[in-house]
């Protein structure tokens, strides 16, 4: 693991166009130019719509034209690029997906498996069934999206995680609840933590208070711009976390557990 560069993360911490994808790519086409020399840079969950219900009218097709901004932003700025969107997926389905953009244009995707059910998302969505372990610059990142992180078993997992990667639209009346709840995975995982949050209102008049943060192994923050907007990029560094794992190996006693799709 001392062998692995550092990784350069950038967070795009941004109010949102309610309903108009085409009117967010816009507003983040320039944010991600100022991300330029990062490794990975996270967008919010459903950056092209906000956290709407309305999936059948705004959902896109795997390959609509969000997909193709992403893959072209990831192009031009060779960075991946990440965040979730309303995706209609081939068996007919509506997914909160997260695409994960690669600078060679190749992509993949974590359909969103916990669904707000107090907002009815259950309703208009269909829940992912698998956990998604993807890889950058030789580190392994797992990513989740906003309810999610309410759930320790799914965010948990023996694969040696390096970076648990959380993208949410997360109102500001729970804003406790996000800022206690990424320290505990960072800890309890060994692992460092980022989550990109959003700021504004919605549509429905839902306030955002951001929040985005990147937390080290200790669920020490190590970037936390509160709720400004703009592009926060931090270093995380490689030998940190393998000296830390190193020096207190909690992993090792962890649980084993098998988890079930259904």
């Not at 997926?89 to 997906?97: I, Q």
């Not at 023996?158 to 990667?165: A, I, Q, S, W, Y």
Request: include cysteine; charge should be negative; proline fraction near 6%.
């Amino acid at each position: 693991m001392n062998s692995r560069p550092d990784l350069e993360l950038a967070l795009v911490q941004s109010e949102l166009d309610w309903h108009d994808a085409a009117a967010n790519r816009a507003r983040f086409e320039p944010l991600l130019e100022q991300a330029r020399g990062a490794d990975l840079v996270v967008l919010p969950e459903m950056f092209s719509t906000g956290f709407s219900m309305r999936s059948a009218e705004l959902a896109e097709p795997e390959d609509g034209p969000t997909t193709a901004w992403l893959r072209e932003q990831a192009r031009r700025i060779d960075a991946v690029v990440t965040g979730s969107l309303i995706i209609q997926a081939a068996d007919g389905s509506y997914r909160n997906r997260l695409l994960w953009a690669r600078p060679d244009g190749s992509l993949a995707h974590y359909d969103k498996r916990h669904l707000f059910r107090m907002a009815g998302e259950q309703k208009h969505y269909a829940a992912g069934e698998e956990q998604v372990l993807l890889e950058v610059k030789g580190w392994k990142v797992r990513p989740l999206i906003c309810y999610d992180l309410r759930f320790p078993v799914w965010s948990r997992d023996p694969r040696d995680t390096d970076l648990l990667l959380y993208t949410a639209n997360w109102p500001a009346a729970r804003r406790h609840h996000w800022n206690r709840l990424l320290p505990a995975r960072a800890i309890e995982n060994l692992c460092y933590v980022a989550a990109v949050n959003r700021i504004g209102s919605d549509g429905n008049g839902h306030p955002y208070s951001g929040d985005s943060q990147v937390l080290d192994f200790q669920g020490e923050a190590l970037l936390a711009p509160g709720d400004a907007a703009g592009v926060f990029r931090v270093r995380l560094p490689a030998a940190d976390l393998a000296a830390y794992r190193e020096r207190f190996p909690a992993h090792l006693d962890a649980d084993t557990f098998h988890l079930d799709s259904n």
